[in-house]
């Protein structure tokens, strides 16, 4: 691992030293995960976005795997340059994206793709963070972790047609995101002392509502057409270790990943044009 500053990095060096698919070699100095030929993957998790990215083009240069948290730097010719080489490299790149493999998000999600709630016309979610935190980018929080659920957005309705941010400063974002007849609303409550409790993904559409919240522990909640609402408990959520299984089975076994070069592209630009950063 490079890096130990991450908000994630501390579970992340957990799950990956608790892996038998991993033979976790610590945290190490860039230049030795770069030269030293017994490491296979590098999981990226400094705090500095921008330099994440760099490593990972220096990561993959050196015929590295990676790891990459998120959001992936500041630069979308940097990333996509990256997956270019990674691709002629057959490398793999795997984006820290949080909620991936959610049981309860997945739920709501598949739930909308197998046509349950009709004509999906409504995406709604929310990040909010009890902990209030200054943003060093021009994309407030919503850089930072909202970055998180536009992922779950673009995952279901794919590339949206228009992006709009409002960012007028670190306590409060939002972001629009606009598709032929859905509308997609992200946001953050920097602060909110209850923001854990009031996290939320939701879909609406013709035939009924699905909803995650909270995210932790889980919560999924239906109301469909003509029934009573429903709540249920979804699975317990492992941090992490369904992500680096993943990524081991595409290295070892050659399994596609969940996840395309070019989604993980267009939803960084995405990302970067509702931050005003594109």
């Not at 799950?15 to 698919?21: D, K, T, V």
């Not at 953050?188 to 035939?207: C, L, M, Q, S, W």
């Amino acid at each position: 691992m490079i890096g130990n500053d991450h908000g994630h990095a501390a579970s992340k060096r957990k799950a990956l030293s608790s892996m038998s698919e991993y033979d976790f070699a610590g945290v190490v100095e860039p230049s030795s995960a770069f030269n030293d030929k017994s490491i296979e993957m590098v999981a990226i998790e400094t705090r500095d976005y921008q330099r994440n990215l760099e490593y990972a083009q220096l990561a993959v240069a050196s015929g590295k795997h990676v790891h990459l948290d998120k959001p992936p730097g500041t630069s979308y010719e940097g990333l996509r340059d990256m997956f270019a080489i990674a691709r002629e490299k057959k490398l793999a790149v795997q984006m820290g994206y949080q909620w991936r493999y959610h049981p309860g998000m997945n739920a709501v999600l598949d739930a909308a793709r197998e046509g349950k709630l009709g004509r999906v016309y409504r995406f709604r979610a929310s990040i909010d963070k009890p902990a209030r935190e200054e943003s060093p980018y021009k994309g407030g929080m919503m850089f930072i972790e909202g970055c998180h659920l536009i992922d779950r957005a673009t995952a279901l309705l794919g590339k949206p047609r228009k992006v709009t941010g409002f960012i007028p400063g670190d306590d409060n974002n939002l972001v629009v995101l606009e598709y032929d007849g859905v509308i997609a609303e992200i946001s953050i409550a920097n602060g909110d002392p209850n923001g854990n409790a009031h996290r939320y993904v939701e879909v609406i559409g013709t035939k009924g509502t699905a909803k995650a919240s909270p995210f932790a522990p889980g919560r999924v909640h239906f109301h469909m057409e003509g029934e009573q609402p429903r709540s249920y408990d979804p699975p317990p959520f492992p941090t992490y270790t369904p992500d680096f299984a993943e990524l081991a089975a595409t290295i070892r076994l050659g399994k596609k990943p969940l996840y395309s070069f070019e989604h993980d592209l267009m939803t960084h630009r995405v990302l970067l044009e509702a931050c005003g950063m594109l």
